[in-house]
């Protein structure tokens, strides 16, 4: 990486992480140098100063479940356009680490997949993992995933796909009531892979025998959430241990629905997550996923029975609607963007702003609208 000038950030309302500064600075090049009140600032010889004073300043957003956007999508498997890809939703909506999500397909289209992510990671750090959707998932809760590929648990081709990505993959999405379950969770734990539930209907009995420490996509293609039986949705609420992830768009979760799931889990085990698809960034009209016609309308895609295929969220929006419709805080919103992901998965330069992380920054104004992204240092201005 290029030798970047020293910029500092004063005099901005910074959300760190960890705390609130209410008048601050932020001084780093491709790493975050020093951070605190404007009181503890000393200028410095040769650095470049830009006053945010009314702005706020937040780490990078971090999108652990994202299929693509702006006409790519990881399935298709070229590293260009992976590449793009995670650059246009750098510029575009602030996130500054990706797991590139795949879904259920056959086996030679996943593993095609694996190896344009990494050959696209190996030029673009913004990438950092692989979220394999499927195709290990219950027919039942299939939801826009292709049925004919859906797929017993195998940890072999995990394996195989784990290899092809060049040790990428961090998350599995499965059903955990599919037989050979309890053995495929071991042996993504020993590869050091995340269990996630989702795409399943497994009861809260399955779910207290599983070791899924994830759950994808809270409320969407799961046993419902019943007075009978909670479900996978149930249990995520009950387990204060499991994360769940959220598709704030108030379509495939309405706002009710998000602040329930808030004031039960609380911010420390929410990740936001756009669940994104080609067509975000896009003009509305036909597309597609895995192969099937996707109708985009109304900031909705859909297949044509109706099903909701994916999203086309925008992470910045995500982030915003936390506190327009959950009734979180900004901290509470950085929290779910950033900090649990990179907690949950190990990104120890990430999710923070602090000595010697990443200098992955957004900056916001007070509506929460994304001005800039600072992506390892790099300034880059909000693209509509």
């Not at 990438?127 to 072999?156: R, W």
């Not at 996978?232 to 009950?238: D, N, P, S």
């Amino acid at each position: 990486m290029d030798i970047l000038t020293v910029t500092v950030l004063t005099h901005a309302v910074i959300y760190t992480g960890k705390e609130k500064i209410d008048e601050g600075y932020i001084r780093f090049d491709d790493k975050i140098l020093a951070v605190g009140p404007m009181a503890d600032y000393r200028p410095q010889p040769g650095e470049q100063i830009k006053n945010l004073r009314g702005l706020l300043v937040i780490p990078g957003f971090i999108d652990v479940h994202a299929h693509g956007g702006y006409g790519f999508d990881a399935m298709d498997g070229d590293a260009d356009q992976i590449d793009q890809m995670a650059t246009a939703m750098m510029e575009h909506e602030g996130v500054t680490t990706l797991f590139a999500t795949t879904m259920t397909q056959s086996v030679a289209n996943i593993d095609q997949a694996m190896r344009g992510v990494a050959a696209a990671a190996d030029r673009n750090p913004i990438i950092k993992g692989v979220h394999l959707e499927g195709p290990f998932i219950a027919q039942d809760f299939k939801g826009a995933q292709p049925e004919q590929y859906i797929h017993v648990p195998d940890a072999n081709l995990v394996k195989q796909w784990n290899e092809l990505s060049g040790g990428r993959v961090k998350l599995i999405t499965y059903a955990p009531e599919k037989p050979g379950a309890r053995e495929f969770e071991d042996a993504l734990i020993e590869m050091g892979i995340t269990p996630s539930a989702g795409h399943s209907n497994a009861t809260r009995a399955d779910m207290l025998e599983s070791k899924a420490t994830h759950v994808t996509h809270l409320y969407n293609a799961q046993r419902e959430f019943k007075h009978r039986e909670p479900g996978v949705t149930g249990h995520a609420m009950l387990e204060p241990q499991i994360y769940a992830e959220l598709i704030a768009d108030g379509f495939h979760i309405v706002p009710d629905m998000l602040k329930l799931a808030f004031r039960v889990k609380g911010a420390k085990r929410i990740d936001l997550v756009t669940d994104s698809m080609r067509s975000k960034g896009m003009p509305e009209g036909e597309s597609e996923l895995g192969g099937q016609k996707v109708y985009v309308k109304d900031k909705q895609a859909r297949l044509a029975d109706g099903t909701l295929a994916g999203s086309v969220l925008m992470y910045k929006d995500a982030f915003k609607n936390a506190v327009n419709f959950m009734g979180a805080s900004v901290a509470d919103a950085v929290q779910m963007s950033a900090v649990n992901q990179s907690e949950e998965f190990n990104l120890a330069s990430k999710g923070t702003l602090e000595v010697g992380k990443d200098a992955d920054i957004n900056i916001m104004d007070q509506e929460l609208d994304l001005q800039a992204t600072y992506s390892y240092g790099a300034f880059h201005a909000t693209k509509d």
